[in-house]
């Protein structure tokens, strides 16, 4: 039995790997490839023209019309791309092209086994309903007793905008739980349809972009947010709309013990729940940063300064961070959903009223961290809001 558990480690680990490889690369590798495939083309063309009347033989007239196939081709598929490319542009403010396929694939349960991620409830959001049934039990034709959210604090008639804390250098902890199927969302929130946001900088890369789509992946702005939280705009309700507040700069912070959530300069988030009516659900994620360390970089030195103004000026942060090379510590990482935050309708919010709810969701995040502390990261140091 020993083998089957060393190959389920090697896959979990190459899993990881591959996911942390593919988060820092897979945009740059997109416009690699689109960029290589457009030169090659040229290139190729330039070449078939100029040698074409020069070819007398069979086999060269045969070589001629393999690469000339294979011209055809490569431009064929420049051209459908390109041109779904541009007939698709702004999809991700659309609430993209989700796919259910790629949120259930098996690997994304190797991946949360890893660390291993979990996503808890809290208390007083917790029902447990025996006629609720569990993916795996549905199939075994089991009956099981779940514990879910109550419906009644998450109708489905209503949507949801969630505060993810912290952001780590990732935020792989929001990927397993809200983006995939790997710890059965669709089973503790019944009839709800988890959103991810994400800069908009990650939709300008080819493939790249229809990646991120089909999980679920929305962009980070006022027009894709507000679009899921408008049922007149997306037709539907239900939707749970994750934001990862702290965003990039927040990146920067990250390290084992500390959790340091950058909410003083944030009132957007709380100014579009207002305008909706909206409830703010909190959420932080214990373990978040435990699963690098990173070059120290305190505010006001040099390599911070320039840290910075990289990240104002590109949108995506630079963390120097380390563990064993680019895998992450197996740390656990266990995400707590606190309960909803009721907020009035008001289209044109004041500064005291944006500035109040603020205030209290912080309260709520504050008590939320401190109550599930000492269960799941007791030796980490205090929140400190930046």
């Given amino acids: 039995m020993k083998h089957p558990r060393a190959f389920e480690q090697i896959f979990q680990h190459v899993t990881a790997l591959t996911w942390v490889s593919m988060f820092l690369g897979f945009a740059v590798t997109g416009w690699i490839v689109w960029l290589s495939l457009i030169s090659w083309s040229v290139v190729e063309a330039y070449h078939l023209s100029k040698i074409i009347h020069a070819s007398g033989t069979t086999s060269e007239s045969e070589t001629l019309l393999r690469r000339g196939i294979k011209l055809t081709l490569a431009i064929s598929f420049i051209f459908t791309y390109g041109l779904f490319w541009w007939n698709d542009r702004g999809s991700e403010e659309r609430g993209s092209h989700p796919r259910i396929i790629m949120r259930t694939l098996p690997v994304w349960k190797k991946l949360q086994q890893y660390f291993p991620i979990n996503l808890v409830l809290c208390e007083d959001i917790m029902d447990v309903n025996p006629s609720v049934k569990s993916a795996r039990s549905a199939q075994a034709g089991e009956h099981q007793t779940v514990v879910a959210s109550n419906p009644s604090l998450f109708p489905t008639n209503r949507n949801y905008l969630v505060g993810y804390h ?77 934001i990862v507040m702290g965003g990039a700069p927040e990146a920067l912070d990250s390290r084992p013990g500390k959790y340091i959530f950058h909410t003083n300069k944030r009132y957007g988030f709380f100014k579009l729940a207002l305008m909706t009516g909206t409830p703010l659900v909190p959420c932080v994620s214990f373990g978040e940063p435990n699963m690098y360390h990173q070059v120290r970089n305190p505010p006001g030195c040099r390599l911070r300064t320039w840290q910075d103004k990289f990240t104002e000026f590109a949108t995506f942060s630079t963390p120097l961070f380390y563990a064993r090379a680019l895998l992450p510590y197996r740390t656990p990482i266990n995400t707590v959903v606190g309960a909803p935050i009721p907020v009035p309708k008001v289209p044109i919010p004041t500064r005291e009223q944006i500035s109040s709810l603020k205030e209290l969701y912080l309260n709520q995040l504050n008590q939320l961290f401190k109550r599930y502390k000492p269960i799941y990261d007791p030796n980490a140091c205090d929140l400190e809001f930046f």
């Avoid at 939709?203 to 679009?227: C, E, W």
Wanted: proline share 8%; glycine share 10%; charged share 10%.
């Fill in 166 to 242: 912290p952001h780590g250098i990732f935020g792989v902890g929001a990927f397993v739980n809200f983006a995939t199927e790997a710890n059965q969302f669709s089973t503790l929130f019944p009839g709800l349809k988890p959103w991810i946001t994400t800069l908009p900088i990650n939709f300008k890369a080819p493939f790249h972009r229809d990646f991120l789509m089909s999980f679920n992946v929305i962009s980070a702005t006022y027009k894709g947010i507000s679009y899921l939280l408008d049922p007149g705009k997306c037709g539907s309700t239900g939707n749970f709309v994750v």
